[in-house]
């Protein structure tokens, strides 16, 4: 291992993945086809497009944002890593604040159950790995359109260990965003679908 991140951050990482990839594995437990895809609106997404966006993100910030990290500039003098850190595991899951995902990360709700959760669950072992061999997760920032909107523009950028933090923070806000799914009124019941999907 390289990593110089403090033990207790890397910790507190790594239960949270474990903790999320859970979460997302209880909620999508036995989805039968009616209520992988079920929609209570036009608007709003099914199980299945909140899965595959989730997946999107995450590969996102492991290719294009990873790679940019490990050329950005240093965290500006007298950040404060650990309010950022808080902030995000409290405000990025929060469904209050609206936000809408920009196009090229609009998910087309056409992925099985199945195949999403294999990447999803080989993205948390990426994810996990980053962490575990990247010696300067604190040493560079990017700018972070989520942070910005969170805070009304007070943070903007991120590190590379707060990237992967909102990565699973983003996903817990989807898990929940499935839980309102399953809790309205017209969502399928297990009798009156299909079979339960692999």
């Known amino acids: 291992m390289t990593t110089t991140l403090p033990i207790p951050d ?6 949270y993945f474990a903790r999320t990839r859970n979460r997302v594995l209880e909620v999508t437990k036995g989805l039968t086809d009616a209520q992988w895809k079920f929609k209570p609106a036009p608007d709003r997404w099914s199980s299945a497009q909140n899965l595959e966006h989730m997946v999107i993100v995450q590969e996102r910030v492991l290719g294009p944002i990873r790679e940019q990290l490990s050329q950005a500039p240093p965290p500006p003098a007298g950040s ?12 990025i899951p929060d469904r209050s604040v609206k936000a809408k995902a920009p196009e090229f ?9 199945g195949a999403t959760l294999e990447r999803l669950n080989r993205n948390y072992e990426r994810l ?8 300067d997760l604190r040493e560079h920032v990017l700018e972070s359109p989520p ?12 590190d590379a260990y707060q990237w992967a933090l909102t990565v699973v923070a ?14 309205d009124p017209r969502y399928p019941s297990a009798a009156s679908g299909a079979a339960a999907m692999a």
Request: hydrophobic share 35%; net charge negative.
């Open 147 to 158: 942070l910005r909107i969170v805070t009304n523009g007070e943070f903007t950028t991120m």
């Open 10 to 15: 890397l910790e507190q990482a790594r239960q």
């Open 105 to 113: 990360l609009e998910p087309s709700g056409e992925w099985s159950l």
């Open 128 to 135: 996990s790995d980053f962490l575990d061999s990247t010696p």
């Open 170 to 183: 983003h996903d817990e806000r989807h898990v929940r965003q499935i839980e309102e799914l399953k809790a």
């Open 80 to 91: 404060d890593t650990r309010k950022i850190d808080a902030i995000i595991l409290e405000k």
